[in-house]
């Protein structure tokens, strides 16, 4: 494996950082404000999946009792 100069390698980094697009403050909140909208749905999704097996699991241990 070749050996990489520092100073290249410095110099190769601010050259791949120069590459990185930034989002927009638009783009940035329509992805916070999906991700929450995402986030929300999938904790009320997973509450009632949760609740369903507690029900079931209560329901079933009453009957060994």
């Given at each position: 494996m070749a050996?990489?100069?520092?100073?290249?390698?410095a110099r190769e980094v601010r050259a791949e950082a120069n590459k990185v697009v930034w989002?927009?403050?638009?783009?940035?909140?329509t992805t916070t404000i999906m991700v929450l909208i995402m986030t929300t749905i999938l904790a009320i999704f997973f509450l009632g999946?949760?609740?369903?097996?507690?029900a079931i699991v209560q329901w079933l241990l009453s009957l060994a009792s």
């Open positions: 050996k990489l100069n520092p100073g290249k390698f989002p927009t403050a638009r783009e940035t909140m999946v949760d609740s369903l097996f507690g």
